[in-house]
């Protein structure tokens, strides 16, 4: 993955973008467009002009807080022009680490402005540099530390001051862009007393004026040469890497093991099969062996899926909210529809509204929308107490519902249009007081589907 990441930015830095705007052909080319916050460094292009038109002065700019260089206007021949763009970003532009891409414009005297875009990167001076020491073994008298340039940019006159359980100093050098120098160090510090396992390193870079702080992680190894490391990531869906590598020049026999409860372990898989377990009350003690031939590696994977145990729980609480808040609903409305079959053949509809008090409420009104094209039969059921047929809209009212008192509200609606497909209509509404306060709500919205309704 690291190599991926690697290759997909190399190839990202030393791309070149072609750009047409009428007279004006531009090729880019970055030859460092990393910035470091903390320095004042630009980044830095090659610029191939290729002038389809006459030869006239131009000057390059930006409308962002970008400073482009050259500053002065300067001659565009006929033909190409190779010619150096030097971009430095504005202070707060530079305390925003990431990609920056922001357009630029050529104004011409006679081909007018041609804009374009520039991509620079902008990192903090502690993520350029990693260092990577390399595992001691108790009998070595010398370390290896490995200082790596990770961005495209130049790092000249750099001082790197460090620290560790084993030795220290300082060092003083230049990297080239995605570089990596290995600085041999002498152990100057007593370790005898210290126990196999990782250390940290600590430094700090300093380049100008400016400095941070970098380290890295130093395995010191067993006697038999061999080192042990443990990861872990992820929390639904965890996975445990063990890992034992032999340094040394012998082999050795190893072993691994991890401890499960009688929970996590129903849901656990691994890489390798054990070849022992041992149950101890509620945990399992899952062992694994190998024999290492040198420079040899052995790695378990140990996966714990609680997808399924976290979906349950979601589902649980999701349900448990859901009966709270219904059991909490003062007034409930269910609407229902059926299909009227009627001597002329016409398109029809019978709604039924079922409002249901679960505390009792005063002054409810019963609000529900008849759908466009459709009439109301007014000969059926109980008569609204009001229609609006500006807004199609029918009224009921009531002084109160009492708590546990159902009341239902049949109609039926019909249109001489012929109705073909899926017809819906909209939810009703319950308006009423309780304790003083003036609350709503609502019913389910109501679909009727037919290939063929009416004639």
């Known amino acids: 993955m690291k190599k991926l990441k690697f290759l997909f930015f190399l190839l990202l830095l ?12 531009i090729e880019k080319i970055a030859k460092e467009n990393v910035i470091i916050s903390e320095l ?8 191939i002009v290729d002038n389809k038109g006459l030869k006239e002065d131009v000057r390059i700019y930006s409308l962002i807080s970008v400073t482009i260089e050259p500053l002065d206007k300067f001659l565009l021949n006929e033909g190409k ?4 763009v030097k971009a430095y970003p504005g202070v707060k532009l530079r305390a925003k680490p990431g990609f920056l891409n922001f357009e630029y414009q050529i104004k011409g005297s006679i081909s007018g402005i041609t804009k374009d875009s520039l991509l620079i990167k902008i990192v903090p001076l502690n993520d350029v540099l990693t260092i990577e020491p390399s595992p001691l073994h108790p009998m070595n008298s010398e370390a290896e530390i490995v200082i790596r340039n990770m961005e495209n940019i130049n790092l000249e006159n750099l001082t790197l001051t460090f620290d560790s359980p084993f030795y220290s100093g300082e060092e003083k050098f230049s990297l080239k862009p995605f570089e990596k120098k290995p600085i041999m160090v002498k152990v100057n510090k007593e370790t005898e007393k210290l126990t196999a396992g990782d250390y940290i390193v600590m430094a700090k870079v300093k380049i100008e004026d400016k400095e941070a702080d970098v380290g890295g992680i130093i395995k010191y190894l067993e006697s038999e040469g061999t080192s042990y490391d443990v990861e872990s990531k992820g929390t639904i869906i965890k996975t445990t890497v063990l890992r034992k590598k032999n340094y040394g020049n012998t082999p050795v026999d190893v072993k691994l093991n991890i401890n499960k409860d009688i929970i996590s372990r129903l849901f656990t898989s691994y890489s390798i099969d054990p070849v022992s377990k041992e149950r101890k009350g ?15 590696s052995f790695e378990v994977k140990v996966t714990t899926n609680y997808t399924i145990p976290f979906i349950l729980i979601l589902l649980i609480i999701a349900v448990g909210i859901f009966a709270k808040i219904y059991s909490q609903t003062a007034v409930t ?10 001597k002329g053949g016409h398109f029809a509809l019978k709604v039924n509204l079922t409002v249901k008090a679960r ?3 005063d002054n409810v009104q019963i609000i529900d929308r008849l759908p466009d094209m459709t009439k109301l039969y007014e000969k059926f059921g109980k008569a609204p107490d009001k229609i609006d047929n500006a807004t199609k809209r ?45 609350m709503e709500a609502w019913s389910n919205k109501t679909y009727f589907a037919s290939e063929s309704l009416g004639r």
């Open 14 to 25: 030393i791309s070149f973008t072609t750009l047409s705007r009428g007279e004006l052909v």
């Open 40 to 47: 004042k460094n630009p980044a830095v292009f090659d610029f």
């Open 81 to 84: 022009n190779n010619f150096e």
């Open 282 to 296: 509620l945990s399992v003690n899952y062992v694994w062996e190998k024999n290492l031939s040198p420079s040899e």
């Open 333 to 342: 409305l269910n609407k229902r529809v059926s299909f009227v079959n009627t």
């Open 359 to 361: 505390k009792h409420v």
């Open 394 to 438: 029918i009224f009921w009212n009531l002084d109160r519902i009492n708590k546990g008192e159902e009341r239902v509200y049949t109609y039926i609606i019909y249109s001489d249009l012929k109705v073909v497909g899926k017809f819906e209509l909209p939810a009703a509404t319950a308006v009423f007081e309780k304790d003083g306060k003036t």
